[in-house]
Antibody, heavy 114, light 112 residues
Framework: QIQLVQSGPELKKPGESVKISCKASGYTFTDYTMHWVKQAPGKGLKWMGWINTYTGKPTYADDFKGRFVFSLEASASTANLQISNLKNEDTATYFC???????WGQGVMVTVSS | DVVLTQTPPTLSATIGQSVSISCRSSQSLLDSDGDTYLNWLLQRPGQSPQPLMYSVSNLESGVPNRFSGSGSETDFTLKISGVEAEDLGVYHCMQATHAPWTFGGGTKLELK
């Protein structure tokens, strides 16, 4: 069956970096785009952008340009999200989602606190 | 960016009651390819969102047919014909016609 399994929760200090992974299984990884979505505590969903899993080309929403990097380990059917220079407002759950959102990872809670 | 306005923000229902959720877009979601990329998701407490409906009215595989979607251009509705306990959670509409993709503010369905 199709699954997106994300890495575990992270506790970081402001200014540090974090890398979140999303491992896909049950389908051909390069056949579908992968999207990233942010959900701050008690808030709604915000689309961060997507990565073309065939070419590796990332596209970022305006609010996520600069400190955010989408990457792939295609041989491992894994998409990654790296956030650098973490800020308190990056505290959120980060989801990966396939294609239009037909499959979602379980989410990774990232807490940024001094 | 496209703004999606969902109403009501909270919906109280009894089991078996039929309810509707509205999602209004600040601009037409009809794509140049003829499709309308307005989708619905359900997020149960503590869980990731799960797909319900894509392209306005197409039921995602495995979703019960008590869920139905309708609408066009800027006005869309999700209807649940006979709420069941497993339907409780937050419903999100989302659009993928225009970049960036955007989500509505959510409608929380709770038991009355």
């Amino acid at each position: 069956q199709i699954q997106l399994v994300q890495s575990g929760p992270e506790l970081k200090k402001p200014g540090e970096s974090v890398k979140i992974s999303c491992k896909a299984s049950g389908y051909t990884f390069t056949d579908y785009t992968m999207h990233w979505v942010k959900q701050a505590p008690g808030k709604g969903l915000k689309w961060m952008g997507w990565i073309n899993t065939y070419t590796g080309k990332p596209t970022y929403a305006d609010d996520f340009k600069g400190r955010f990097v989408f990457s792939l380990e295609a041989s491992a059917s894994t998409a990654n999200l790296q956030i650098s220079n973490l800020k308190n407002e990056d505290t959120a759950t980060y989801f990966c989602a396939r294609h239009w959102g037909d499959y979602w990872g379980q989410g990774v809670m990232v807490t940024v606190s001094s | 960016d496209v703004v999606l306005t969902q109403t009501p923000p909270t919906l109280s229902a009894t089991i078996g009651q039929s309810v509707s959720i509205s999602c209004r877009s600040s601009q037409s979601l009809l794509d140049s390819d003829g499709d309308t990329y307005l989708n619905w998701l359900l997020q149960r407490p503590g869980q990731s969102p799960q797909p319900l409906m894509y392209s306005v009215s197409n039921l995602e595989s495995g979703v019960p047919n008590r869920f139905s979607g309708s609408g066009s251009e800027t006005d869309f509705t999700l209807k649940i014909s006979g709420v069941e306990a497993e339907d409780l959670g937050v419903y999100h509409c989302m659009q993928a016609t225009h970049a960036p993709w955007t989500f509505g503010g959510g409608t929380k369905l709770e038991l009355k």
